[in-house]
């Protein structure tokens, strides 16, 4: 005997496969989750990944958690299970592709500073790469035709000039060019008016 959690098997996993909350004198399935203990010493965060961007997740990669009921800490933890079949969004959005990600918390380096109880609600960032020292722009500010990436730059009297670049690296909002621009080149962030482009 010690202290700790109950958790009844009925308030865990998709809401759909939920059943009557267990009481005194309900029938019971073969192999049914009566109950949890959970260890809140050893925790896991369970977040899903679109599967545009799951190639780019490893196990073992760093990853960051915020909770959502201790917004002001950082919890670093680490990658280590990715799953293998991804789970659509249900009859609301049927075309949503996600992949389920673990990430191992350490919970042992925060101390008390941080109380954690299974089903809160979490966001994470993981790191999937780092790039130092090159040169970036907005990823709004590159556009593609074929197989040429291109950025607008301005060519003097209200007119810009479309510049092939090569694309190294990208994250959500910044892209990585190896070629086609000087360090201080100022670009277009938007499609260039009717005219506005220079032949």
Known sequence: PKDGLVVYGTSVGPRWRRRDPIR??????????????????????????????????????????????????????TVTQIGTMAEDGGWMNPELREYDVKIQLPLEALGDKVSLKPAMRCTATITVGQVDNEKTVPVQAVFAEGRDSFCYVPAGHGKVERRIVKRGRASETYVVIEGGLEEDDRVLLREPRPGEVQE
């Not at 009921?69 to 670093?76: F, I, L, M």
Request: proline share 4%.
């Open 24 to 77: 005194q004198g309900r029938q019971i399935g073969f192999n049914e989750t009566i109950f949890i203990l959970p260890d809140t010493r050893d925790m896991l965060a369970s977040v899903k990944v679109h599967e545009a961007v799951i190639p780019q997740v490893k196990v073992d990669q760093t990853a960051v958690i915020t909770i959502d009921a201790h917004a002001a800490e950082r919890v670093k933890g």
